[in-house]
T-cell receptor, first 117, second 107 residues
Framework: DAGVIQSPRHEVTEMGQEVTLRCKPI?????LFWYRQTMMRGLELLIY????????DSGMPEDRFSAKMPNASFSTLKIQPSEPRDSAVYFC???????????????FGSGTRLTVV | RKEVEQDPGPFNVPEGATVAFNCTYS??????FFWYRQDCRKEPKLLMS???SGNEDGRFTAQLNRASQYISLLIRDSKLSDSATYLC????????FGPGTRLSVLP
């Protein structure tokens, strides 16, 4: 199994540009999570999907952020327009069912390090 | 109050020391608990799940106290390779990670 695959690994963009982050969850996993990590705020849940349906997007900072999951094997997180304060590492994670010991919790992708200048 | 809180750290300990981390959570409906390890510039990786009866994996012991709403992680005979940030995670109604506690094991 290739694990959770995220792309790109690094992204540097100018303020105001649109940024799209991509995630391919582990095959068969029905939960997908987008987290953002910064030194100041730690690992924050932005949104999660169950069976491709967004369940809770209360962590999405503002309308500039949007996420989609058109099918079970692909999700995107889009920021438009991007701002310097969006600079962070964005992680995608998936699990089979809600994360629990029996399913070994979350499996994270390697993350996308976003820098907005 | 944050949903999940951890010892602020950092913890600097000599090799061979025993170190304990604590994590408290506010949502009593939380169902599943984990400890994750995160190395610098890497993704979090599952270290161990936390079972109600407590569980041990080699030098690592995790415990859950539902009444007081905290989990703990004990590392015995610490190694240089244990240096990392340790994150607790709570799953159930919400999916929340603690801020992490950084551990440096010194030679």
């Amino acid at each position: 199994d290739a694990g959770v695959i995220q792309s790109p690994r690094h992204e540097v963009t100018e303020m105001g540009q649109e940024v799209t982050l991509r995630c391919k969850p582990i095959s068969g996993h029905d939960y997908l999570f987008w987290y953002r990590q910064t030194m100041m705020r730690g690992l924050e849940l932005l949104i999660y999907f169950n069976n491709n349906v967004p369940i809770d997007d209360s962590g999405m900072p503002e309308d500039r952020f949007s996420a989609k999951m058109p099918n079970a094997s692909f999700s995107t997180l889009k920021i438009q327009p991007s701002e310097p304060r969006d600079s962070a590492v964005y992680f995608c994670a998936s699990s089979l069912g809600k994360p629990q010991p029996i399913n070994y919790g979350y499996t994270f992708g390697s993350g996308t390090r976003l820098t907005v200048v | 109050r944050k949903e999940v809180e951890q010892d602020p750290g950092p913890f600097n300990v000599p090799e061979g020391a025993t170190v304990a981390f604590n994590c408290t959570y506010s949502n009593s409906a939380s169902q599943s608990f984990f400890w994750y390890r995160q190395d610098c510039r890497k993704e979090p990786k599952l270290l161990m799940s936390v079972y109600s009866s407590g569980n041990e994996d080699g030098r690592f012991t995790a415990q859950l106290n539902r009444a007081s709403q905290y989990i703990s992680l004990l590392i015995r005979d610490s190694k240089l390779s244990d240096s990392a940030t340790y994150l607790c995670a709570v799953s159930g109604q919400n999916f929340v990670f603690g801020p992490g506690t950084r551990l440096s094991v010194l030679p």
